[in-house]
Every structure is written in C-alpha cells, then in structure tokens.
C-alpha cells in the first residue's frame, strides 16, 4: 500500500489560490493513477480529479474544470492539486488517493492520505 501525506491547505479569501501536495512513499509512484477527492461538511467524499501514471491524461469534476489542474512530478513521487478561483463551497478535507488504473469512484483507489483541510472565506 501507498503511503501518501498531503500539505499545502489552509484559510483563504474567495478568489485566492492554493496548491496541495501530496507526497508519495512509493517508487513505483509512476505506475499508480492518482486522484483528489474532498468531503465538506456534511457531505460525502467526492471526486475531484484524476491523473493517469504517465500524466498524460486527466479528469475532472464538472465543478472544478477550468479553475483546478493536477498534476504529477514522477521524479519527486508528488502528486499536486493547483486551486484557483477558490469559493466558499470548495471549503472540504482534500484527500489524496492512489490506485492501479484511477476513475472517478473512491472504489477505483486503493490507499488514501489522512487529507488536508481548505477553507475559503466569502
């Protein structure tokens, strides 16, 4: 299994930037397709974004497409999540997971960080 630690939340204003980190005990970091996901108050986990091994290709939710990016340093075994045009309703846990092949579902992913908390004031 994985071990993956995220850094980089914290408190900002609306329309501020942020980027998470997450990373990776694996050095076979490359073969793993890695994910974001959140859980705000009160609500259940869910997808963010996606990136396939190589970091060729990536998916996102329809609600951060155009003002989030994941990306990946291989060679850092890092995992990244760069947040622009944060709103209060980005304010969740972000968790970092890592899994064989990658998808949208939390069952696609195998081992999880402990997450890292964004709030985003109005």
């Known amino acids: 299994q994985v071990q993956l630690v995220e850094s980089g939340g914290g408190l900002v204003q609306a329309g501020d930037s942020l980027r998470l980190s997450c990373a990776a005990s694996?050095?076979?970091?490359?073969?793993?397709?890695m994910g974001w996901f959140r859980r705000a108050p009160g609500k259940d986990r869910e997808f963010v974004a996606a990136?396939?091994?190589?970091?060729?290709?990536?998916y996102y939710a329809a609600s951060v497409k155009g003002r989030f990016t994941i990306s990946r340093d291989n060679a850092k075994n890092t995992l990244y999540l760069q947040m622009n045009g944060l709103k209060p309703e980005d304010t969740a846990v972000y968790y970092c997971a890592a899994g064989s092949y990658g998808g949208r579902r939390e069952t696609d992913f195998g081992s999880w960080g402990q997450g890292t908390q964004v709030t985003v004031s109005s």
């Open positions: 990136i396939r091994g190589s970091g060729g290709s990536t």
């Open positions: 694996e050095r076979t970091f490359s073969m793993y397709a």
